[in-house]
């Protein structure tokens, strides 16, 4: 299992790819019926926009 400091590791360098000067926002952990997910809202420039965008990790029943 991944601690949430992986998984914000995996966040910061997926979302490079796709803003320019990313700021993480928020991390959040949730768990709905059974299923834990680990959410990221960023906030940064998509072709000179400012946009935000948000990364779900969902984990399976063995949080992994």
Do not use: H, Q
Not at 6 to 35: F, K, M, N
Not at 57 to 62: D, R, V
Request: aromatic share 10%; net charge negative; proline share 2%.
């Amino acid at each position: 299992m991944g601690t949430g400091k992986d998984y914000d590791e995996l966040a910061d360098s997926i979302i490079t790819e796709y803003l320019e000067d990313p700021y993480r926002e928020l991390a959040l952990d949730s768990s709905v019926a059974g299923e834990k997910s680990r959410y990221y809202i960023y906030s940064g420039l998509m072709e000179g926009e400012e946009i935000e965008l948000l990364i779900e990790f969902i984990l399976n029943s063995n949080n992994e």
